[in-house]
């Protein structure tokens, strides 16, 4: 399980995953909601038109990835992400949750932060 949702995580940096709907629609919530690097609250909508948009992949680092489990079928997830394009670090948090036997991401917040641990 711990590297499902590593690659799921990793799965989102990758434009050729990010431009097919069907993937985004499978791999998200309905519910789902992000708080964003800016501070902006982002709804399920915006971000797969946002990642539907992607260009190239983003040559993102996960560092330091820990998993734990709150409930039967629910995961919370941290970790650091280092963007080398932009020489940036994140703190991320995400939660995924086991919907018709499918992991998908209910809730993520990224947070940028001057060290990377």
Known sequence: MHDLILQYEYDFFIAEFCNNIENLEKRICLNFVEYGQSGNVYTRSEVIDFLLNMKNDRDV??????????????????????????????????????????WKILFHQGTICSCPL
């Open 61 to 102: 680092d996960i560092l330091d990835f820990s998993k734990e489990e709150l409930c039967e079928g629910v995961f919370i997830v941290h970790y650091v992400s280092y963007e080398k394009l932009y020489d940036r670090y994140a703190r991320r948090t995400s939660i995924w949750k086991k919907e018709d036997d499918c």
